[in-house]
């Protein structure tokens, strides 16, 4: 029982750090993990795969999830899927940042902004 929840744990947290590790090296250009980075992006991914539950799979209610969650095949699925879907957000978030701090530190774009 402790085991299966710690693989749980594991199960959330890690895409989300791995898409953190994507943030750090496309915005910062280093390979540190800020562990806020992975809990924001991590939300986005959960709100995104609820989202996609609620849509594609019409999932209403509570019940008909946890149906869903006790499939194996789907905790393999949705491992791959949140990793993928945290490493998109990571790139997009990183090039996000990089281009926002670069028209910041521009002077022609600093004097239109303030």
């Given at each position: 029982?402790?085991?299966?929840?710690?693989?749980?744990?594991?199960?959330?947290?890690?895409?989300?750090?791995?898409?953190?590790?994507?943030?750090?090296?496309?915005?910062?250009?280093?390979?540190?993990?800020?562990?806020?980075?992975?809990?924001?992006?991590?939300?986005?991914?959960?709100?995104?795969?609820?989202?996609?539950?609620?849509?594609?799979?019409?999932?209403?209610?509570?019940?008909?999830?946890?149906?869903?969650?006790?499939?194996?095949?789907?905790?393999?699925?949705?491992?791959?899927?949140?990793?993928?879907?945290?490493?998109?957000?990571?790139?997009?978030?990183?090039?996000l940042r990089r281009v926002f701090?670069?028209?910041?530190?521009?002077?022609?774009?600093?004097?239109?902004?303030?």
């Open positions: 029982m402790a085991f299966q929840l710690f693989q749980y744990f594991l199960v959330l947290i890690v895409p989300g750090l791995i898409g953190a590790l994507f943030f750090s090296i496309f915005a910062r250009l280093t390979s540190e993990i800020d562990w806020r980075v992975a809990l924001i992006l991590n939300l986005f991914t959960f709100t995104t795969m609820i989202t996609g539950l609620y849509y594609l799979q019409d999932i209403v209610n509570v019940e008909s999830l946890l149906v869903h969650f006790n499939c194996l095949s789907f905790t393999r699925k949705y491992i791959l899927l949140s990793t993928l879907i945290n490493i998109f957000y990571g790139i997009v978030f990183g090039l701090f670069w028209i910041r530190r521009r002077p022609f774009f600093s004097g239109l902004i303030s």
